[in-house]
């Protein structure tokens, strides 16, 4: 069994930072491209910004320049740090990962989602 687990998020006020960060675990033989998505409220989910296990980045036009996606291949974790937020970064942030288990088996992992609300 594969589970992600995220912490971090909360409420920050304009132009704040905040950190998430999302530990797997479990029966996992190799990690391959770990991302974050979001979702706010009426709308679908979209990504943040994805990060291969060689380290390669790719970001949403939305958040380039203030967001930092980066891993820890050795504890496999995957971090989002956050800066200048605005109040349309507001929405539940899910961590995903491709994720080969000890059984051969490939899946697409989700975390539990955290929330970020940006408010004065």
């Known amino acids: 069994q594969v589970q992600l687990v995220e912490s971090g998020g909360g409420l920050v006020q304009p132009g704040g930072s905040l950190s998430l960060s999302c530990a797997a675990s479990?029966?996992?033989?190799?990690?391959?491209?770990m991302a974050w998505y979001r979702q706010a409220p009426g709308s679908q989910r979209e990504s943040v910004a994805t990060?291969?296990?060689?380290?390669?980045?790719n970001y949403a036009n939305s958040v380039k320049g203030r967001f930092t996606i980066s891993r820890d291949n050795a504890k496999n974790t995957v971090h989002l740090q956050m800066n200048s937020l605005k109040p349309e970064d507001t929405a539940v942030y899910y961590c995903n990962a491709d994720i080969i288990r000890r059984d051969w088996r490939r899946n697409d992992y989700w975390g539990q989602g955290n929330q970020v609300t940006v408010s004065s």
């Open positions: 479990g029966s996992i033989r190799s990690i391959g491209a």
């Open positions: 990060i291969t296990s060689g380290g390669s980045t």
